[in-house]
């Protein structure tokens, strides 16, 4: 049998001896693993706390992902493609963009908590409270600033530095939630149990493993001019690529909270956690794929196959597994939550197929600087997703919500592919380089 287990292991272990192999693994590990962690901390937060408490700290969590995709102003990804050629100016780029990103997360924060009234009326009792909107607004900061920091780590094909740091983040807050649960009864115990650990990680990011990775960095609050005409117009164009992809796993819980209410927020952030542990798979191996690629242009068409195969490989029985225990995994937060969500994990499972493929159609355009397509791709597949969301969401439930991000990424995928089939790809199968735009 030529498609061996051998076969497979040594294909899957093949990292000592190739780069985006490598970066893959370690892109997938620094997340798969404080998923796990994570995971048991929403298992240990759904025992002591109530439902409704629950979906309110998934809607403040979400607000605070939404925000850093606002506030890092696409910098991370210009910093993937271009801190590798940055040569002595490295430094520089990094703290201008830590910089620029720092200041932007405190104006989104700031608005935010403003127009309460708009867009979380029933987030205003928290967040108007003095103290509580501080916390909130150096948490957004420390949010942009750990993206950014993975972006560094990506960029020089270092990503075993955010394995690390995510692991410290998900420890620390799993260790903050048994104790401060034991101090305060309400919702205000898991915020303050993630936030937490995640600046512990950012501290321990900037003042010991970014100077190993960017030797002679030191975390400073400057804005280079220089930086900033190299990576302007590329910045630009991934800031609204980026946010358009990035806004909807974080506009979702907001849908649900205000069409369902706030315990289906709960069962629905349940699913999605544990269904979205499969789009780790395509944005680590396409995010390795772009990284390698910027690094040397010429090896972007082999690499593209060897990224395609490393996915399904991983992937296909991933979903099958997903499918199959979609209920006995779900049991593990609670009946109520098996009960609610089983059949929208399955059905976000099966989205993964559709997204892997949309996803690498934008590490393309990413890679050959395409900013017109990147920028089509990632509205379609917003308005598409939410917008079906929304309206089957408010017929079905939570199986319509599911069923609209499904049907979204679906229709973008078909158009991918085609041109994926017509363009890149196939002149990498017939030796061009597939990073030429």
Request: a positive charge; charged letters at 10%; glycine letters at 8%.
């Amino acid at each position: 049998m030529r498609f061996s287990m051998k076969r497979i292991v040594g294909f899957l272990g093949s990292p000592l001896r190739d780069i985006l192999v490598q970066n893959s693994y370690f892109q997938m590990a620094s997340t798969f693993g404080p998923s796990v962690i994570s995971m048991v901390f929403w298992v240990l937060a759904a025992r002591l706390y109530d439902a409704g408490s629950v979906g309110y700290v998934v809607v403040l969590f979400s607000a605070l992902n939404l925000l850093t995709v606002f506030a890092s102003l696409g910098l991370g990804i210009s910093i993937i493609r271009f801190l590798p050629e940055a040569g002595s100016g490295g430094a520089r780029m990094i703290n201008t963009s830590m910089t620029l990103g720092g200041l932007a997360s405190i104006g989104a924060a700031l608005i935010y908590i403003a127009g309460l009234d708009l867009w979380g009326p029933s987030l205003k009792d928290t967040l108007w409270e003095p103290a509580f909107a501080i916390a909130f607004t150096v948490f957004s900061v420390v949010w942009t600033l750990r993206y950014i920091q993975s972006c560094v780590f990506l960029a020089r094909c270092k990503s075993r530095h955010t394995f690390v740091l995510n692991m410290l983040a998900s420890l620390s807050k799993l260790g903050l939630l048994v104790v401060l649960a034991a101090v305060s009864a309400s919702y205000l115990g898991i915020f303050a149990a993630i936030g937490i650990g995640m600046t512990l990680a950012l501290v321990m990011g900037l003042f010991i493993q970014m100077p190993i990775v960017q030797p002679g960095y030191r975390p400073a609050a400057v804005i280079c001019k220089e930086s900033l005409r190299k990576i302007g117009a590329y910045t630009t164009s991934n800031y609204v690529s980026r946010t358009l992809l990035q806004i909807l796993p974080f506009v979702l819980p907001m849908i649900v909270i205000n069409v369902l209410g706030a315990e289906s927020s709960a069962y629905f952030y349940m699913a999605w956690s544990v269904g979205a542990i499969l789009i780790v798979l395509p944005a680590s191996i396409f995010n390795s794929l772009f990284a390698v690629a910027s690094n040397d242009s010429e090896r972007a068409s082999t690499e593209t196959r060897k990224a395609l195969r490393l996915l399904f490989t991983i992937l296909i029985p991933a979903i099958a597994v997903l499918v199959l225990a979609a209920g006995f995994i779900l049991e593990l937060f609670g009946a109520e939550y098996s009960d609610n969500g089983a059949n929208l994990l399955r059905v976000i499972a099966i989205s993964i197929i559709p997204y892997s493929i949309n996803y690498l159609h934008i590490t393309v355009d990413r890679v050959n600087l395409a900013s017109m397509n990147l920028i089509a791709t990632a509205a379609a597949m917003t308005v598409l997703s939410l917008g079906l969301a929304y309206w089957f969401g408010t017929e079905w439930g939570l199986i319509g919500i599911g069923a609209g991000w499904l049907a979204g990424q679906s229709i973008v995928s078909v158009v991918a592919t085609a041109r994926l089939l017509n363009g890149p790809l196939r002149r990498g199968r017939s030796g061009n380089d597939a990073s030429a735009s």
